[in-house]
């Protein structure tokens, strides 16, 4: 059963007029907002991408680290 064009969009007015385009958008916004909580909640628990993200965040530590120090010698010497 295949709906044309035509056909979505008088289903589109008659659920427009019989929640309104305000609750109509209010339902889409929670919709997006679940699913983009959904898919967060997939990645924290994928314990290789939860490993990779740790690395990430040490090795970002380190880089800070030794940006600092250089950045205090650099000072130091001039």
Do not use: Y
């Amino acid at each position: 059963m295949v709906f044309s064009i035509p056909q979505l969009l008088i289903v589109l007015m008659i659920t427009a007029l019989l929640f309104g385009t305000n609750k109509l958008r209010n339902i889409g916004s929670d919709l997006g907002a679940a699913l983009k909580g959904f898919k967060k909640a997939m990645r924290d628990d994928d314990p290789e991408t939860a490993e990779a993200k740790k690395l990430q965040d040490t090795a970002a530590e380190e880089s800070s680290a030794q940006n600092s120090s250089q950045a205090q010698k650099n000072g130091d010497q001039t």
